[in-house]
């Protein structure tokens, strides 16, 4: 019988007073279990002077693992905690429409998987610790900035209760990436439900491979959707519950203005989970055709296509089911084809649900979608700020844009049940003062990058887990920029 104890490999002494169950981090890997074609083995490479910039103690709390053990060799994989498989996704993946058969996790190992305190499977991912099999021409490295930027735009996001990826850790490399620029390098621990992609299921679709499809359909419905298991038909019951879950996860980025900003089916969870924060933005000024990203030339990607795209990342994954859904092909994509063209509808109601509330209603009408659409009409054409319009309503104040709809607002609340406080209520806990504005993030980076001074990246994050609160001392992270953001843009160098 071998010993329980487990340590790191580069041992560091148990702290005194440190009970047994903090020793280690109680992995059980169980996407390393899959077979061998879905994965590669490697280990992170080592950098020469780590340093931690932050560790999120509540998060780490919350996957059993004692923060102490979260030291700076472990955040860039220096140090590989004991019962970790350290291993790189393979996946494949449409980006900006074009099918590549062979992407996979470039810059990114998984150490492996822990059930966190309240039963769920959570992955453990390092983000820029080296190169991979999959790695192709790239350096398998991050840049400091969008390391920051993800940290704090995911923690705002989950903050904001928006279904996403979590940080865990970020730390310094003490090392040197080429980009347009020298920047300083970084790692970013990400922890995920899953890093499961639609572009995992195309990997596998694309080379005809069954076996592994059937073991992947498996594993995700145990996984994700457990109340699935057992059901007559698996892949269409799962490709269901993905519609679903996308739906509802696109109408909740509209409803905070989030832009994803590279939508490619690798960045497509299956988990429903905003997962890649690369050239992603929050929209100030309201404007659906508002893209960001400086790649997205034709606007793919803008605020008001999120919705048609995640449809057409979802037929994606309907192709891959397709011998799973039905032996008969045509009768596969008549099947496949018609759940697809129910998304508008799937995605309409999470859409009216959340709007509704952000306006103060809990009774529905027919005319309500009306009623949101004439308000944000007024607000484009007023260029009216999405976040600030929508809290100033929901503390009783009156936003100029809105002077021509206000009337027909009235009326509708006349209808409803609740009184004004409690409409307030409701209203002030789904339309948040605090988003991580542009100019904030892109001050907040300049301060990391150029002057190492991590305080800036602090304080946002501080404000930002109190989303839905006003903040005394907290006023200019709640503030619309003074010039409107069309000209800013986020790049995916990252
Ligand atoms: P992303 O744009 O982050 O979704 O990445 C798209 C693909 O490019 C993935 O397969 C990544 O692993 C890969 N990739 C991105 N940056 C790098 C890098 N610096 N080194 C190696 N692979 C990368
Ligand atoms: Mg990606």
């Known amino acids: 019988m071998s ?18 169950a903090h020793r280690a981090i109680a992995f059980d890997n169980s996407y390393a279990r899959l077979p061998g074609s879905m994965h590669v083995g490697v280990s992170p490479t080592p950098v020469s002077a780590p340093r931690l910039i932050r560790v999120n103690d509540a998060l780490a709390r919350e996957l059993g693992i004692d923060p102490a053990l979260l030291t700076a060799e472990v955040a860039v994989g220096n140090a590989i905690p004991d019962g970790a498989s350290p291993l790189a996704q393979a996946y494949a993946g449409h980006q900006f429409g074009n099918f590549v058969p062979q992407l996979g996790d470039g810059r990114a190992i998984l150490l492996g998987e822990v059930v966190d305190v309240n039963g769920r499977r959570r992955d453990i991912q390092l983000k820029g610790s080296g190169r991979t099999p999959f790695s192709r021409g790239g350096d398998g490295r991050a840049a400091l900035g969008p390391v920051l930027r993800e940290y704090l735009v995911s923690e705002a996001m989950s903050a904001l209760g928006i279904p996403t990826t979590r940080a865990l850790m970020a730390a310094t490399t003490g090392e040197r990436v080429y980009r347009e620029d020298v920047l300083p390098g970084a790692v970013l621990t990400r922890v995920a439900s899953s890093h499961i992609r639609v572009g995992t299921f195309q990997f596998f679709a694309v080379r005809q491979d069954f076996e592994a499809l059937k073991l992947l359909i498996d594993h995700v419905i ?46 497509t969870s299956v988990s429903g989970e905003t997962i890649d924060y690369g050239p992603c933005a929050f929209m100030d000024a309201y404007d659906p055709g508002t893209v960001f990203s400086s790649i997205d030339t034709y606007g793919r990607y803008a605020y008001a296509n999120q919705a048609p795209i995640a449809q057409w990342n979802l037929a994606r994954l309907a192709e891959t089911l397709l011998a799973f859904i039905d032996k008969d092909r045509e009768a596969a994509i008549r099947i496949a084809t018609e759940r697809i063209e129910g998304f508008p509808a799937i995605y309409t109601r999470h859409w009216l649900a959340g709007f509704r509330k952000k306006i103060g209603l809990v009774s529905e009408e027919g005319g309500d979608l009306d009623l949101v659409q004439a308000m944000l009409d007024a607000m484009q054409m007023a260029r ?45 806990s789904v339309n948040p003062v605090y988003i991580p504005r542009n100019h904030l993030v892109e001050e907040m980076i300049s301060a990391a990058v150029e002057r190492q001074d991590f305080g800036p ?33 986020t790049f995916c160098g990252t």
């Open 3 to 20: 010993f329980p104890e487990r340590n790191f490999r580069r041992s560091r002494p148990i702290l005194p007073g440190m009970t047994e």
């Open 222 to 267: 145990e996984r994700h959707y457990p109340a699935l298991q057992g059901s007559e038909n698996p892949a269409l019951a799962l490709l269901d519950a993905v519609m679903e879950a996308q739906g509802s996860l696109v109408a909740r980025w509209a409803q905070v203005g989030f832009i994803h900003g590279v939508m490619n089916t690798d960045n």
């Open 384 to 428: 009216a700020d999405f976040t600030t319009t929508f809290r100033m309503l929901s503390t009783g104040g009156e936003p100029e844009a809105l002077n021509h709809w206000l009337p027909q607002w009235r009326e509708r609340l006349a209808r409803d049940p609740q009184t004004a406080e409690e409409r307030q209520a409701l209203m002030r």
């Open 457 to 489: 990246f602090a304080e946002m994050l501080r404000v930002l887990m109190n989303p839905y609160q006003e903040q005394a001392g907290a006023e200019r992270y709640a503030q619309a920029p003074a010039e409107p953001d069309g000209a800013y843009r």
